[in-house]
Each structure stands twice: as structure tokens, then as C-alpha cells.
């Protein structure tokens, strides 16, 4: 199996954890981006993988700010490689109904959560093109395909993230180079664990499966989009929630 070099954003995070883990037993050589503020507990996040055998290199970057996506993957290039494969994983929720929502949660979430697809792939692209190989998977959600109640942010940025995965897929179809989305259902990481308990319960009930998804069930459809054995699923957008949410 080639060796290729990943690029995880929001790498330390509960579902990008899982993501990373897979992806080097996978045989990748995998780098974890970090949120900068966040240097301390990445660097103890990265530690606690070496010392559970799982080597993952760690870039500091701010994926809302376009300048700082460049700069990072420059420098993830000359150290460990050109980026093959890239998950965009990094998202945030402010959670409020629309009529409170103040103007930041708005333009944060859609700075971190849609622009970041931006921001980080506009970066990567060439450089797949050229090498006629390429894996991008987009970490989006069951609430962008259906729409949350305190998420008119997160919603709308998921969904937009999909429209970018379409629109990219077309452009690099005929390049060797596949992208797709992810949309996680409700999955047992510090993001759900912050919303409110018995709203967390309502929704767990309302789930066909009864239960939360593990990051792990997340990171195994990321391993196999971004695998060699894809080669034909381009611009699709794969549900991994329990049944939550069915469509066409
Ligand atoms: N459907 C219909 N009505 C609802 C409702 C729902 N799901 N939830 C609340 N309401 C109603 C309440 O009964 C209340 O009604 P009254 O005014 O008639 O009493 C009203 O809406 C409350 O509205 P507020 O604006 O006052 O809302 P709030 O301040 O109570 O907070 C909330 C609402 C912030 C949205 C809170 O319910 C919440 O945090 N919900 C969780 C949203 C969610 O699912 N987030 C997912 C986070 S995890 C994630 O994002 C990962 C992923 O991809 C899945």
C-alpha cells in the first residue's frame, strides 16, 4: 500500500482523533491540525498517541484565517510531504435559536465550519492536481442534510459544506482525485456532551439505533473514502447516523 501523507484538521478533536488513529493504521504519515490556542493539550493529545504507539505529527493552524491555512501547509509539505489526502474536520457549534443569535456565533461558525473547506483545499489542490492523485473528505453533518432546531448556523454551514464537495468532485473527477462528505450523526464526542442533557436524550431516543455513534464507526468511512480502493465514489455525501436522518 503507497504511503501517503494526511492532513487531518480539528486532528485532536473526538471525531479527528479517531480519524488520525485509523488513518495511520492505515499505514499513512498522518498531521493533526490544531486550533493555535490549543498548543498545550495538543501537544499532550500527541504525546498520549506516541505513548499508545500511534505516531501523528501536529500543525498549529487557524482554519477560518486563509493566510495562516497557506503558511501551514507549506510548512506540513516541506517537513513530512505534499498533502494526498486532506479531511476537513475541524468544526464548532454556538448553538441559540435565530432570533437570539447574535452576528458572531454566525460568522464564527461559518468562518471555522465552511470557509476552513475553502481556506485549507484551495491549498492542497494543485499540488493533487499535478500529481493526478488526490483524497478529500469534508466532515459535515446529519444537521446540514436536515436541519437542527438552535443550529441555523451549523446547518447552514454543513450544508454549504456538501455544495463545496459537489462542486470540487466535478472540477477534479477526470484528475485521480475524489471527494466527498461525511455527515455524522450524533456521535459520543465533547461536542455533544456540552448540549443540554435531556435535549441530548430526546434526540439519542429518536435515533433508530437507540444509541450515539463511536468516532471510530466516523473514522472507518473516512479510511475507506480516502483509501486506494475508492477510486469511484466522487461528490457523494454517506450518512454514518444510525438512521436518523434517510434519504435518497
Ligand atoms: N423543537 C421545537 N421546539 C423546541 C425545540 C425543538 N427541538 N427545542 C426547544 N424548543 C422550544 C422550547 O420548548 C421553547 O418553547 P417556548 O418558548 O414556547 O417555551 C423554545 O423553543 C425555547 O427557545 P429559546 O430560544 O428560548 O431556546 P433556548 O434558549 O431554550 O435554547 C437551544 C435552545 C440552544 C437550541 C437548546 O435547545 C440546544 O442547545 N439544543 C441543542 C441543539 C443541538 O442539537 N445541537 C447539536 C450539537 S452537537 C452537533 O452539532 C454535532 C452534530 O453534527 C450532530
Known sequence: ???????????????????????????????AGYFPPEKESAEAWQK???????????AGVDVA???????AINEITEEFGPVDILVNCAGITRDGTLKKMPEENWKAVMATNLDS??????????????????RIVNIASVNGQRGQFGQANYSAAKAGMHGFTMAV???????????NTVSP?????AMTEAMPDEVLQS??????????????????????LASEANAYTTGANIPVNGGLFTSH
Request: aromatic share 6%.
Open 117 to 134: 473547506a475553502f481556506n485549507v483545499t484551495r491549498h492542497v489542490i494543485n499540488g493533487m492536481l499535478e500529481r493526478g492523485w488526490g
Open 185 to 189: 450523526g450524533y456521535i459520543a464526542t
Open 65 to 71: 484565517d486563509f493566510q495562516d491555512c497557506e503558511r
Open 203 to 224: 434526540i439519542i431516543n429518536s435515533v433508530p439505533m437507540r444509541r450515539m455513534g463511536k468516532p471510530e464507526e466516523i473514522a472507518n468511512t473516512v479510511a475507506w
Open 169 to 179: 468532485a466535478l472540477e477534479t473527477a477526470a484528475k485521480g482525485i475524489t471527494v
Open 1 to 31: 500500500m503507497t504511503k501517503r501523507v494526511a492532513f487531518v484538521t480539528g486532528g485532536n478533536g473526538g471525531i479527528g482523533s479517531a480519524i488520525c488513529r485509523e488513518l495511520v493504521v492505515q499505514g499513512h504519515k498522518v498531521v
Open 48 to 58: 498520549q498517541m506516541h505513548e499508545d504507539g500511534v505516531a501523528i505529527g501536529l
